[in-house]
């Protein structure tokens, strides 16, 4: 079955802090993967995607087959990263979109 | 606002009731998605639809159902609600099929 994990719930961080939200899936062939943030009073954008390999806001997150994960790091934790993320799969088969249930990540001053 | 545009914002009804949430996807995009996000499920991905077409269905249950118009908007009605239906319903809009996915602000369903 597809699916999503994101253990942590929440995860807080001191600014400066590395940070790395953890995402991990389950899927049969090859997965196209997204992180998505919402910040406070904002909507649902997405972050990044795995096959732009982008570095957004400092971010970046390598997919791992072999560990079928998809964390998503960032060296130095700033205050505006305060905010919900939530990884997503899409399947490449059917086209479904399978969010996991997200991780507030909370940057301490 | 050239963005995704839901209506009603918010919506209260009672049990039994068939309610319709709107999606008007950014101009231009011709795909368009449906997700409910409730506290104890977070975000699940109901349906999406591309050019007025069914593309992909999700875990939507049979008492719901959606349509994309040949404007491009899409409805998603709610019908026989129950109180379990209570969530935040997002909608979201791309370009082409796997491109990223613009989101609307949502509509907030309470049920009674």
């Known amino acids: 079955a597809q699916r999503v994990t994101q253990p942590e719930k929440l995860l807080s961080v001191f600014k400066g802090a590395p940070v790395e939200l953890k995402c991990n899936y389950s899927?049969?062939?090859?997965?196209?993967l997204f992180w998505y943030v919402q910040y406070s009073r904002q909507r649902l954008q997405l972050l990044l995607r795995h096959i732009s390999r982008e570095s957004i806001k400092g971010f970046t997150a390598d997919l791992n087959k072999g560990e079928t994960s998809f964390h998503l790091k960032k060296p130095f934790a700033q205050e505006e990263d305060s905010a919900m993320y939530y990884c997503a799969l899409k399947s490449g088969r059917d086209d479904k979109i399978i969010f996991g249930k997200g991780t507030r990540l909370h940057i301490l001053p | 606002d050239s963005g995704v545009t839901q209506t009603p914002k918010h919506l209260i009804t009672a049990t039994g009731q068939r309610v319709t949430l709107r999606c008007s996807p950014r101009?231009?995009?011709?795909?368009v998605y449906w997700y409910q996000q409730s506290l104890d499920q977070g975000l699940q991905f109901l349906i999406q639809?591309?050019?007025?077409?069914?593309?992909a269905k999700g875990n939507i249950l049979e008492r719901f159902s959606a349509q994309q118009f040949p404007d491009l908007h899409s409805e998603l009605n709610l019908s026989s609600l129950e109180l379990g239906d209570s969530a935040l319903y997002f909608c979201?809009?791309?370009?082409?099929?796997?491109?990223?996915?613009?989101f609307g602000p949502g509509t907030r369903l309470t049920v009674l």
């Open positions: 639809y591309y050019n007025g077409e069914e593309r």
């Open positions: 101009s231009g995009d011709l795909s």
């Open positions: 979201a809009s791309s370009v082409r099929l796997a491109d990223e996915q613009f």
């Open positions: 899927y049969s062939g090859s997965p196209e």
